[in-house]
DNA sequence: TCATCAATATTGATCTCGTCAATATGCGAC
DNA sequence: GTCGCATATTGACGAGATCAATATTGATGA
């Protein structure tokens, strides 16, 4: 990945590293795939990155910053994906969105956790992430427009969102079933929203 | 609630208190929602139930085994509740049961969390937890096999269960909209799922 | 009735961890 | 060159999980 260089922040401005913050945020997300976000430490994550114990609290505020700001990262991401959905060409960006969404959980499970665990961190703590949270449902919400009512999308943009973001969650913590059903329910979820945009019986 | 006497262990048995195991499981059991399954620590449980630190080894293999039985308690009184559902009168089953999860989810956002993360506890690792897990998804199958074609019933109900999921994570992760909406989108939720169910398009 | 056993409890000890303090060090500005 | 700040590091502390060793109790059989 070629990682964050955040504007407000110049490159290498780092020390023994060349920029230790991005090895620690690289060793970070190495150790959340690997042990899980409960029992990543930060320990772990500063011996990673060839950097001393302390090392971490030079560059985010304690742990669950640290996290944070994967968290955000993984939330970028998620929405970029979601825009390349929604720009290609072709009719079934629902469904392409559905298994780009399915397939980011189930390709990176821990990070997915987090990103979606008030547990590990807290949102509302961390605005940055939050926004960034809120672009990918902005960009969700922009695909389910192209095929609903106008004043229907909100609440169908919300049933999408769950339905997708259900069956991620359920198959990366029940292992409901394998994940090369991932397209069939790509195509299953993106039909059941367009059929429920097409009913009346489905107005709020 | 009226506690847990599992049949293989004949309650009673217990020495300074009557019945450690529960003492131990109620005390765990608030400190979920307390302080969360992450920050819960064995010690204060041991505390909070009048026993000594090492209390809670005797009883459980160790803090996953603990959190495990909470789990299974939750799964079983998940379905102990659709179930309920199913069975009452009125031909709303689905909408019902759907509010009843969001509601479960809502009033216990800690134990739900705890029933579906693999991050805390591995259902793999606890088959009577998993079984129970089973158990709550089959009596939602019931439910929606009373509204859709044999062929579907399994797309179906996947697809049901994993929007009422979704919509439950959603709402305690990301404070989507506020709880009173629960009821208006258990009514979406159940009439998108039987439109599925009638509409030839949703076919596999 | 009483010694004994197994289940249950408890205290001691160790290791990991997050995080606060105090201290050191390198780079750019003067 | 020197100074100051950002960055680094080691020391210290308290919390927690869990292993080991030890103690206590109630039921059981002599």
Known sequence: MQRRSLPHEPLKRAYHHGNARNALLTAAEDLLERRGAASLSLRQVAERAGLSRQAPYNHFRNKEALLA???????????????????????????????????????????????????????????????AAAAAFETLKQIVSSCAPADRVTALSLAAWSLVHGYACLCIEVALEPSDHRAERARLFARIIRSAAATSDARP
Chains 1, 2 share one sequence.
């Open 69 to 131: 700001e994967l968290a955000r990262e993984g939330y970028q991401q998620l929405a970029a994906s979601l825009a390349t959905c929604r720009d290609a060409r072709g009719r079934n960006a629902l469904e392409r969105a559905a298994e780009c969404y399915i397939r980011r959980a189930q390709e990176a499970p821990a990070l997915f956790r987090l990103m979606f665990s008030r547990e590990l961190v807290d949102l509302a703590r961390f605005p940055e992430a939050a926004q």
